[in-house]
T-cell receptor, first 114, second 114 residues
Framework: AQSVTQLGSHVSVSEGALVLLRCNYS??????LFWYVQYPNQGLQLLLK??????LVKGINGFEAEFKKSETSFHLTKPSAHMSDAAEYFC????????????FGTGTLLAVQP | NAGVTQTPKFQVLKTGQSMTLQCAQD?????MSWYRQDPGMGLRLIHY???????DQGEVPNGYNVSRSTTEDFPLRLLSAAPSQTSVYFC?????????????FGSGTRLTVV
């Protein structure tokens, strides 16, 4: 069964610093991988996704993630943090197919310090 | 475009009461699902449906029932509410076919059981 592990439930960075949020997955088949962002008291918004092809995926708001099959990782990065990036970030995996279930990690709360 | 609409946004129930959380989407998505979000646990899949008339259990189905009589609607029923069901509930939908499309989420229902 697929699963997702997000290392670090809380990450704090300074404004302008690199953002790195870690995600490792387990899947028995080539996975589809996603990052979602949740702002306070809101639903989840898709940041980016990996399906097939290029392993470096660019998303909204300057975020990107790289699929590394050998490391079973899909870490999320942004070169320069902005105050508006403060939110909770969820990594998720799907094996597609007949059920297309999306399984989420436990989330990482990103704080951005001025 | 309404996307995924959840009602109500907030609800307080007494232990033992029943209620239905409504979810409707207008994107003709085949796949719909219900998640609950609890602090430190991410989003956990309750039930999902791959099309009208077809439903299946997710990770945490106990205490919840679903049905899918139309493509648009996927209500979640709590038969006898318990304090452990206090949570934020999200409905999500996706264009099923081959996976990898990501989900569209509703804005959530915050449920408190006292």
């Amino acid at each position: 069964a697929q699963s997702v592990t997000q290392l670090g439930s809380h990450v704090s960075v300074s404004e302008g610093a690199l953002v790195l949020l870690r995600c490792n997955y387990s899947s028995s088949v080539p996975p589809y991988l996603f990052w979602y962002v949740q702002y306070p008291n809101q639903g989840l918004q898709l940041l980016l996704k990996y399906t097939t092809g290029a392993t470096l995926v660019k998303g909204i708001n300057g975020f990107e993630a790289e699929f590394k099959k050998s490391e079973t990782s899909f870490h999320l990065t942004k070169p320069s943090a902005h105050m508006s990036d403060a939110a909770e970030y969820f990594c998720a995996v799907s094996e597609g197919g007949a059920t297309n279930k999306l399984i989420f990690g436990t989330g990482t709360l990103l704080a951005v310090q001025p | 475009n309404a996307g995924v609409t959840q009602t109500p946004k907030f609800q307080v129930l007494k232990t033992g009461q029943s209620m239905t959380l409504q979810c409707a989407q207008d994107m003709n998505h085949e796949y719909m699902s219900w998640y609950r979000q609890d602090p430190g646990m991410g989003l956990r899949l309750i039930h999902y449906s791959v099309g009208a008339g077809i439903t299946d259990q997710g990770e945490v189905p106990n205490g919840y029932n679903v049905s899918r009589s139309t493509t648009e609607d996927f209500p979640l029923r709590l038969l006898s509410a318990a304090p452990s069901q206090t949570s934020v509930y999200f409905c999500a939908s996706s264009y099923q076919k081959t996976g990898g499309y990501g989900y569209t989420f509703g804005s959530g229902t915050r449920l408190t059981v006292v």
